[in-house]
């Protein structure tokens, strides 16, 4: 395990009480906000000393209220991006960068200041100041700035919460290349559920600052109680696939456990491996193989399980290969085709539905 925590705080009108294991990639603390997410990644970073609890990291024990161990923020060798950049407005990017860089131990292992750059496609942004740069240039400077320190783990705060969506979009590419290409785990602060089914390996639910499931992300967003969590238009489910190829006619074709599927075109070679995240409000379900259809996505499987909601829905857990699907339906619907579990049918998802913000790098 990269990360331990177990700990115990209390806070104005929630007491936290959460336990988790991090594997290596990026690990998401997910929920709605005031559900103790920030205040979990500031213990792991020593900013704050919870009432009680143990931290380890790479097995050394970063905290320990039962044996009086708690290291100094300087100690713990952790690099942490917060919502605001916090650069340095009277520097450059170059001397911001230099900054971080200067902590790094001679002997410890990570990126040098040119493949942080590379990494972070912060080259020709070099010589700018601070008051010269977009939102999400800023962003990209400030994890450079925590990245070249070598730190052992890298703590992120919603980093995206203060940018537009067109300025998120620019910075995710990035994100997903931090977690494929340095090794170095991720402690990721977000309550968008978009965000977290593109990025995260892992997913700790937080909720009422209670850690209710944790999980690899493509069981946990899976899970049909979530979506009475974070509510119906936003819950969906998660597939890994593999480019398989790219036809004339604009759409990709990707390789999934149960079959095919397509999409609009995609900036990934054949052969390349991605994320997709299917909203569970575009996904049909019949009982028989369908046909005449213009729909390209038809998808075998069986339910596994159904979560009617406090209105006329319900949502339906399908498993299609290794993957599991959600589908938000009418209780009517399900009702008029006899599903329950173990009931074989066929999920179809129209391929323009899936919006190019819910691919990602895999």
Not at 41 to 52: E, F, I, K, S, T
Request: aromatic content about 4%; charged content about 20%.
């Amino acid at each position: 395990m990269s990360l331990s925590v177990t700990l115990r705080h209390a806070l104005p009108g929630l007491t936290l009480d959460v336990a988790f294991d991090a594997e290596p990639g990026i690990t998401a603390l997910f929920g709605h906000s005031g559900s103790g997410k920030t205040t979990v990644v500031n213990a792991v970073a020593g900013l704050m000393r919870p009432d009680a609890g143990r931290i380890t990291l790479h097995g050394e024990t970063l905290f320990d209220s039962a044996r009086n161990v708690n290291l100094p923020v300087h100690r713990r060798r952790l690099g942490y991006v917060f919502q605001d950049a916090r650069l340095f407005p009277h520097l450059s990017v170059r001397r911001n960068l230099g900054y971080g860089q200067r902590y790094a131990p001679r002997d410890a292992p990570g990126p040098s200041l040119e493949e942080v750059c590379a990494l972070l496609g912060l080259e020709a942004l070099l010589e700018r100041r601070p008051g010269a740069l977009s939102g999400g240039e800023k962003q990209r400077v400030a994890i450079g700035r925590a990245l070249l320190p070598r730190p052992r783990m890298l703590l992120l705060d919603e980093p995206l919460a203060a940018l537009d969506p067109a300025r998120k979009a620019e910075i995710l590419p990035y994100l997903e290349r931090l977690r494929d290409g340095t090794g170095i785990p991720m402690l990721y602060v977000s309550h968008s559920v978009s965000e977290v089914a593109r990025l995260a390996t892992t997913v700790v639910l937080l909720d009422r600052g209670r850690a209710i499931r944790t999980g690899p992300a493509e069981d946990v967003l899976s899970d049909p109680d979530l979506a009475r969590r974070i509510g119906l238009r936003e819950a969906g489910a998660v597939l890994s696939a593999t480019v398989a190829a790219h036809h004339p006619d604009g759409l990709s074709e990707l390789a999934i456990s149960a079959g095919r599927l397509f999409l609009p075109a995609l900036d990934l070679p054949p052969g390349g491996r991605t994320r997709v995240r299917i909203l569970a409000h575009d996904v049909m379900l019949s009982r028989t193989a369908p046909s005449g259809l213009s729909a390209l996505n038809i998808l075998p499987g069986h339910v596994t399980e159904l979560r009617p909601g406090t209105g006329p829905g319900v949502v339906v857990q399908v498993q299609s290969g290794s993957d599991k699907l959600l589908a938000r339906i009418t209780r009517r619907s399900a009702e008029a085709l006899g599903l329950a579990p173990g009931v074989a049918v066929h999920a179809i998802i129209k391929s323009v539905s899936v919006a190019r913000a819910d691919v990602g790098a895999g």
